[in-house]
């Protein structure tokens, strides 16, 4: 199976810090991805995930759970061009199954 | 360095027609994938080519083709367009486990 689960939307304030999860039921499952997605534009590569735990890079941080086929993703102090789409990404092989995505909204 | 191009960017097509899109890798990549993606949804896996050898193809109908040429440079034949072909098509060339994503083109079937 490749049932990917995460919120439709949410809404944050300039400076907060949010997280955005998401599980996953992948068959054969080799890591896990984040791609950020502005509206209109392409899928840009944030992180992949393939041993258990937390992997921070500046701003953003994702934790995997592989027994328990979780990920979140962490966004911290919370910027305006932050406004985006969210994709979790599970790989399998070498290919990746996209989510539907989580719209991010920041308000000033 | 150059990242990966799609040619053309948008494209505008009536139904029945045929449409050929162009993706080029970036440099040293071998694999190019091609996804899918309509309005509000993530993208949807068409095909995976590495070596000129498809790889891997998704929930796409026989009208969907595609085919890797030996710089990597790869297209995607879509024939006898429908309606729901409208969509952007987004290429990705990668060289190990991270797909990076070209800027996509935008059909539109009429």
């Known amino acids: 199976g490749q049932n990917i689960d995460q919120p439709t939307e949410m809404t944050a304030t300039e400076g907060a810090i949010v997280q955005i999860n998401c599980t996953y039921q992948?068959?054969?499952?080799?890591?896990l991805f984040w791609y950020q997605q502005h509206a209109g534009e392409a899928p840009t590569f944030l992180s992949y995930n393939v041993l258990d735990g937390l992997e921070e890079k500046g701003r953003f941080s994702s934790f995997l759970s592989r027994s328990k086929g979780y990920s979140y993703l962490l966004l911290k102090e919370l910027q305006m061009k932050d406004s985006a789409s969210y994709l979790c990404a599970p790989s399998r092989d070498d290919k990746i199954i996209f989510g539907k995505g989580t719209r991010l909204h920041i308000l000033p | 360095d150059a990242g990966v191009t799609q040619s053309p960017t948008h494209l505008i097509k009536t139904r029945g027609q045929h449409v050929t899109l162009r993706c080029s890798p970036i440099?040293?990549?071998?694999?190019v994938s091609w996804y899918q993606q309509v309005l509000g949804q993530g993208p949807q896996f068409i095909f995976q080519?590495?070596?000129?050898?498809?790889?891997g193809r998704g929930n796409f109908p026989d009208r969907f083709s595609a085919r890797q040429f030996p710089n990597y440079s790869s297209e995607l034949n879509v024939n006898a367009l429908l309606l729901g072909d409208s969509a952007l098509y987004l290429c990705?060339?990668?060289?190990?486990?991270?797909?990076?994503f070209g800027p996509g083109t935008r059909l539109t079937v009429l």
């Open positions: 080519y590495y070596e000129k050898e498809e790889r």
């Open positions: 440099s040293g990549h071998k694999s």
């Open positions: 990705a060339s990668s060289l190990g486990d991270t797909q990076y």
């Open positions: 992948t068959s054969g499952f080799n890591g």
